[in-house]
């Protein structure tokens, strides 16, 4: 089972090309997992934006978790197929209406512990 390089950044705007392009240039085939911890910033809490992500990861069939960070951020452990993860990765940089992401920080994860998509408490 192989994952994503360790870490990598993306903006928004920018930087989606180059993750969907790590992700199909790695050799790997949409059976193959991939577990990612990401870190959303800008204007994400408050919004409904831990709603978005989970009816979208179950929806996508994506194990792990989403929770408020003290610092503005929303963090997210997203593990699955990679077709299914790089789907929840744009959604991500989309946001629900009303959100505005400006940032998605991208991290080599280990899977998660359980199965299911679920809200953690904030820290």
């Known amino acids: 089972m192989r994952t994503i390089a360790a870490r990598l950044q993306v903006s928004r705007v920018a930087g989606w090309p180059a993750a969907r ?21 800008g204007f994400v809490q408050a919004v409904g934006y831990r709603n978005f992500v989970i009816v979208e990861a179950n929806r996508l ?6 929770r408020n960070r003290a610092d503005g951020t929303v963090e997210a452990l997203v ?18 209406p009303g959100s ?6 991208l991290h080599k994860a ?7 998509f679920r809200r953690r408490p904030s820290l």
């Open 110 to 116: 280990e899977a998660p512990d359980e199965k299911g």
């Open 61 to 66: 069939g994506v194990d792990g978790w989403v």
């Open 21 to 41: 392009e790590l992700l199909h240039t790695s050799a790997m085939s949409d059976d193959d997992f991939t577990h990612l911890r990401l870190r959303i910033e």
């Open 79 to 96: 593990s699955g197929p990679n077709s299914a993860v790089e789907t929840l990765v744009g959604l991500c940089m989309r946001g629900p």
């Open 100 to 105: 505005t992401v400006k940032n998605v920080e």
